[in-house]
């Protein structure tokens, strides 16, 4: 693992600080390492939440180093447009409930990982943008996928198209954001909701996870009330479910097992 992703276990939380200062800023390197950590997240059956957050105090992160595109290079462009997509995308598919504690500013390649996250907790000095297209580029790493998702096409297309940035405040009224905290408060909130869902079976989070994010391949009604169907027959082959239901009839608290 890169020095510049930073990993720590609390309990069933695993935190990931993207720690590249002053800005935090992602390189081939740290995203590869926040692939990789990932990957092995999902193999520790003891991790049931992951929180993502930046070193310091001002940035969560601005994105990629514009340096890296300076010289037109295609072939480093598209390097680093796959090193994008398969970070984020392994962050999206992380197995149990992935946080992002926005702690400032969260730009271009900064945000669309706090996009890749389940939920959003921002600190109310921070400000988000996907400003992309001011220098000649475009969002690769999933902006333009899932932030229409979160806001609606007329802010993306505001945020994406004109350039707009935002503060905490208005991300949160938008929908980009669950939850505004005061500054320095973000890490913590995030905490205690990765406290929360270590309170759940992450046999079950799991596939309630699938469900939801399904709804945004286009399944019609019946078959998101099919595969519902089929999850929730699946459970009854793991040892949550008996964990789970007798744990509640003996008035006890549950021993998740992750199996």
């Known amino acids: 693992m890169s020095e510049l992703i930073q990993l720590e276990k609390r309990g069933?939380?695993?935190?990931?600080?993207i720690n590249n200062p002053p800005a935090n800023t992602?390189?081939?390197?740290?995203l590869k390492a926040l692939e990789e950590t990932i990957e092995a997240l999902n193999?520790?059956?003891?991790i049931f939440a992951l929180v993502v957050t930046g070193q310091g105090e001002k940035f969560f992160s601005a994105g990629a180093d514009l340096k890296a595109f300076a010289d037109g290079d295609i072939g480093n462009a598209s390097v680093m447009a796959q090193a994008f997509g398969q970070a984020f995308d392994a962050l999206v598919r992380f197995r149990g409930?992935?946080?992002?504690?926005?702690n400032g500013y969260a730009m271009g390649g900064g945000l669309e990982c706090a996009l890749a996250c389940d939920i959003r907790i921002a600190e109310e000095h921070a400000q988000m943008a996907l400003?992309?297209?001011?220098?000649?580029?475009?969002?690769?790493?999933?902006?333009?996928q899932n932030l229409p998702w979160l806001v609606g096409e007329g802010w993306a297309k505001r945020m994406i198209l004109c350039g707009e940035r935002i503060k905490a405040d208005k991300a949160l009224s938008i929908g980009l954001m669950e939850e505004v905290v005061p500054q320095g408060a973000a890490l913590d909130k995030a905490l205690e909701l990765a406290e929360m869902a270590g309170k759940q079976s992450p046999s079950s989070v799991a596939r309630c996870k699938t469900l939801v994010m399904s709804a945004r391949d286009g399944r019609s009604h019946d078959d998101g009330w099919r595969m519902e169907r089929e999850l929730f027959i699946e459970l009854f082959s793991t040892?949550?479910?008996?964990?789970?239901?007798?744990?509640?009839?003996e008035k006890r608290t549950p021993e998740?097992?992750?199996?």
Do not use: M, Y
């Not at 193999?43 to 003891?46: G, P, T, Y």
């Not at 998740?256 to 199996?259: E, F, G, L, V």
């Open 12 to 17: 069933h939380t695993a935190i990931i600080t």
């Open 239 to 249: 040892e949550d479910q008996r964990e789970g239901v007798n744990a509640f009839l």
């Open 131 to 144: 400003p992309e297209a001011t220098v000649g580029l475009l969002p690769c790493a999933g902006g333009t």
């Open 256 to 259: 998740w097992k992750n199996r």
């Open 43 to 46: 193999a520790d059956r003891n």
């Open 97 to 102: 409930v992935s946080i992002a504690a926005v």
């Open 26 to 30: 992602w390189t081939k390197a740290s």
